[in-house]
């Protein structure tokens, strides 16, 4: 038969051992490792990603704006202009790269009297740079090309754009591939890692901003931007001081229970 002291410790050691409370130093800090950004509590995030495609612009007061809607449904009125650059660039219209050539009607369509029942639309075609183009091929030309066409009132932006760009492709969505054949194969594929824009930045009008001639001075701006790119160190830097001090007290009392 069991002693009476045996009994104790088979009691002892069924008894179910409840987890201790947290410390109070731990629960403080709850609330801020919460209140934290969700991305930081995960890898790293990755660069966005951009896109080599054809983008659509269009024209007024010698200024570009990134079209609202696509070429096959937009009817520009007489006297429109409309761009289209190719590049690598966001879809966004505050970070699509635009045409280097200035939306000038004038300047495209002088040349082409007005005809009865007729409108006149001037068309920018932007190949952009070496840079951009896919593996293999190459922009047919460097300058932007400029044509004035002439068309029925209804006709669209692509119909305008057909008429002095041949041939066109399109892939089976109506996307806009190609233009005058270039590029030969792909269709507005994502570019993983893609940089801010691969061709130098231009204003509304085309031009190029900023000193070319800027040299070192240029460099040090670059520096400091790609600096101002890493949002994610100090949040990242805090996160790291927090889990520290609350490791410590989780330590520190489970000594002081011992």
């Known amino acids: 038969m069991p002693s009476?002291?045996?009994?104790?410790?088979?009691?002892?050691?069924?008894?179910?051992?409840?987890?201790?409370?947290?410390?109070?130093?731990v629960l403080a800090l709850l609330p801020l490792l919460l209140s934290l950004p969700l991305p930081l509590l995960a890898a790293s995030p990755a660069l966005a990603a951009g896109y080599r495609y054809w983008s659509f612009w269009d024209g007024?007061?010698?200024?570009?704006?990134?079209?609202?809607?696509?070429?096959?449904?937009?009817?520009?009125?007489?006297?429109?202009?409309?761009?289209?650059?190719?590049?690598?660039?966001?879809?966004?219209?505050?970070e699509a790269a635009r045409p280097r050539a200035a939306a000038d009607f004038h300047a495209v369509c002088s040349a082409t009297p007005a005809a009865p029942g007729r409108k006149r639309v001037a068309v920018v075609v932007d190949f952009g740079v070496p840079a951009d183009a896919p593996a293999g091929?190459?922009?047919?030309?460097?300058?932007?090309?400029?044509?004035?066409?002439?068309?029925?009132p209804e006709a669209t932006a692509a119909e305008a754009l057909a008429e002095v760009a041949k041939p066109?492709?399109?892939n089976s969505a109506a996307l806009l591939c190609a233009i005058s054949g270039y590029p030969k194969q792909g269709c507005?594929?994502?570019?993983?890692?893609?940089?801010?824009?691969?061709?130098?930045?231009?204003d509304d009008n085309g031009a190029p901003k900023g000193d070319p001639t800027a040299g070192a001075e240029g460099q040090e701006t670059t520096e400091k931007e790609k600096e101002k790119?890493?949002?994610?160190?100090?949040?990242?830097?805090?996160?790291?001081?927090?889990?520290?001090?609350?490791l410590a007290a989780v330590r520190r009392s489970a000594r002081r229970r011992r």
């Open 60 to 94: 007024a007061g010698d200024h570009w704006s990134y079209a609202t809607q696509g070429p096959s449904t937009a009817r520009p009125a007489d006297g429109s202009v409309q761009g289209f650059r190719f590049a690598v660039s966001k879809d966004a219209a505050a």
């Open 137 to 152: 091929d190459a922009p047919p030309q460097d300058a932007p090309r400029t044509a004035c066409a002439q068309l029925a």
């Open 188 to 202: 507005g594929e994502q570019i993983a890692d893609a940089p801010e824009a691969t061709a130098p930045q231009t």
């Open 229 to 246: 790119e890493s949002p994610w160190l100090g949040p990242v830097a805090g996160l790291a001081v927090l889990s520290a001090v609350a």
């Open 4 to 25: 009476l002291r045996t009994g104790r410790r088979a009691r002892r050691h069924l008894r179910i051992r409840l987890p201790r409370r947290p410390a109070p130093a």
């Open 168 to 170: 066109l492709r399109y």
